[in-house]
């Protein structure tokens, strides 16, 4: 009997152990970021989606902005609103604003949150917490009107799946709005607006965790990891969801009780977390793990395969029949792989001066910011997507996708200024790095930041190189993004050096829509296509292996002389302090000499 009693004993504790270990909760996510109209690959995500919603359909699916300008699928974002539709299809449940959706302009924008309203199919959930939408301009009325307004972006969303309630937030990040010269939303400190909207979840919703959909990202200075800056500062935060600096985080960033996750960019990778809740409402990550969508052993699926072939069209026939193309037109050929890191600015800066000079522009030297640059070339043949992939950013005064090219000039001191920021900046911030054709400098390493360049030419088509002189105007061709964010140099160097786009006479501008250059029939003449015009005139690609020293030649030299010779406006600044500095030295060193004499005759 006794032996019955213990049994039933050890039964009993045995069901009371286990009961509230079956009582935890789980959380399966999966997320994407920075997919940047990149939509073939979504047929793998599909599959992997699907296959993930077999074993728990109550698995989450993010994004964290930037889900367009990148392929051609852009070109239909205000008629077809196509990426947010495959979003949608994709399952995913909530997303947010990134940097370059707005590169389109604000009606446009407003047009694909009213396309994709209407569409009649599911589309994601709308969330931003940090906009002022009381700011009293044009852009924010037009855009409240569609996204806040008609739309029902919310700071917040809570999603309720199985037994759990997420609360899903998004936020834009201050990075992300330096990147958008375009934008002329105000947004409030990201830290606090995220602050503020955990402690209204707290206070009126039985949220199980708090997801952030940030678009502010990592890096690896601690001072600019904006989403680890985030963790630190609002530690309720379960999960962030990190897109905009297209990090790849093969282990999650975990800092206190919070993951942070990002899966680089283009579709290059699905992110998965699964999660189990603590006994105290907080989260342990069971796994973490990003699955290439390169693996071409996942099937993809037939009916996301049937829409994209849909859109595949509509860009055809709304978009490239105004330049008598297609997507998959073959222009020329390449024989060996152009490189997106270090290559293929140059075949661009080139095209943009060749197409330039045959339509008769004068032509001093182009230039092309490596953070302009979105993919090289592969082996092979080149198609008119690939050209378009490699070079796609923005939207013309035409309202049509792609940045047009613009004239502007640029004075001789300044030209030797950009010499400067490539020199000695591009290493530090890879987006400033710059690609140019025409244009030359020699430079010593071992001078000091902001003063390393010591000869700048402008080198002829024939080979010849001219030195740049001071006080001339050059002709400058360059794509409108660039010429945007010329004057954000002055910022980046603290004053120190700046950067400005002039007329031909001279006079300052900023008014690039006047600086546009276009067909004889008014076409604009848009960056793409003047790289896709020159590709067809080769029969190949030449080589760019060694492109780079058409550019720059380095010189290393410990000479006095060479480290001193022709000093920047920062060289003579610090040698103005070096030299306050040594005269305040020499100055106390003779006062203590001399109250030293003083007392010794006193005494």
Known sequence: MSINKNIKSILLLSVLIAAPLSAQKKADIIFMNDVHSFL????????????????????????????????LYQTVFSTQAAEYRILGYLGVDATTLGN?????????????????????EPVPDFVLCNVDWDYPNEYTKILKAALKDRFGCKNY?????????????????????FCAPTCELKFTDQYEAVKKTVAEIKANEKADMIVVLSHGGTSSDPKKSEDEILAKKVPEIDVIISGHTHTKLD??????????????????YLGNISMTQKPDGRWNFDSYYLSSLKDESIPEDPEMKRRLAAFDKQVDEEYLS???????????????????????????????????????????????????????????????????????????????????????YIKGED???????????????????????????????????????????????????????????????????????????????KGLISLVPRTEDGTPTNDYNSRIICTADG???????????????????????????????????????KLLAN????????????????????????????LKKTNKGKK
Not at 40 to 51: D, E, G, H, S, V
């Open 567 to 594: 000093p920047s406006k920062l060289a003579k600044i610090l040698r103005t302090v070096i030299c306050g500095i040594i005269v305040i030295i020499v100055a106390i060193v003779l006062l203590v000499k001399k």
């Open 322 to 408: 105004k330049w008598n193309l297609k997507s998959n037109q073959v222009l020329s050929y390449n024989p060996e792989k152009i490189e997106f890191e270090n290559e293929v600015g140059y075949l661009i800066a080139d095209a943009f001066y060749n197409t330039l000079t045959a339509m008769g522009e004068k032509v001093d030297f182009t230039v092309v910011p490596f953070g302009c640059i979105r993919n090289g070339y592969e082996k092979g043949p080149v198609t008119v997507s690939d050209v378009f992939e490699s070079f796609s950013l923005g939207i013309g005064r035409d309202q049509l996708a792609g940045y047009p090219l613009i004239k502007v």
């Open 157 to 177: 969303k809570m999603i309720k799946k199985g037994d759990l309630n997420v609360a899903v937030i998004g936020v834009f990040g201050s990075d992300a709005f």
């Open 523 to 561: 076409t604009e003449v848009k960056a793409w296509y003047a790289i896709a015009a020159q590709i067809e005139k080769w029969d190949e690609l030449p080589g760019y292996k060694n492109a780079k020293d058409t550019q720059k030649t380095c010189m290393p030299s410990l000479n006095p002389f």
């Open 415 to 493: 030209l030797i200024n950009a010499a400067e920021v490539d020199c000695s900046m591009s290493g530090m911030i890879s987006y400033v790095r710059l690609f140019t054709s025409g244009f030359h400098y020699e430079y010593n390493p071992k001078r000091m930041i902001l003063n390393k360049a010591t000869k700048v030419y402008i080198t002829k088509p024939d080979g010849t190189k001219e030195p740049v002189d001071k006080n001339k105007l050059y002709c400058c061709i360059t794509d409108m993004y660039t010429g945007q964010m010329l004057g954000n140099v002055l910022d980046m160097t």
């Open 251 to 268: 282990e999650p960033i975990i800092i206190g009780n919070t993951l942070i996750g990002s899966c680089e960019a283009y579709s290059a």
């Open 100 to 120: 370059h959706e707005f590169d389109y302009g604000v009606q446009n924008l407003a047009d694909m949150f009213d396309v994709s309203r209407t569409c009649g």
């Open 40 to 71: 073939k690959p979504t047929a793998r995500a599909k599959t992997l989606i699907n296959r993930q919603k077999e074993k728990n359909p109550d698995t989450f699916v993010f994004d964290a902005g930037d889900f367009s300008m990148g392929t």
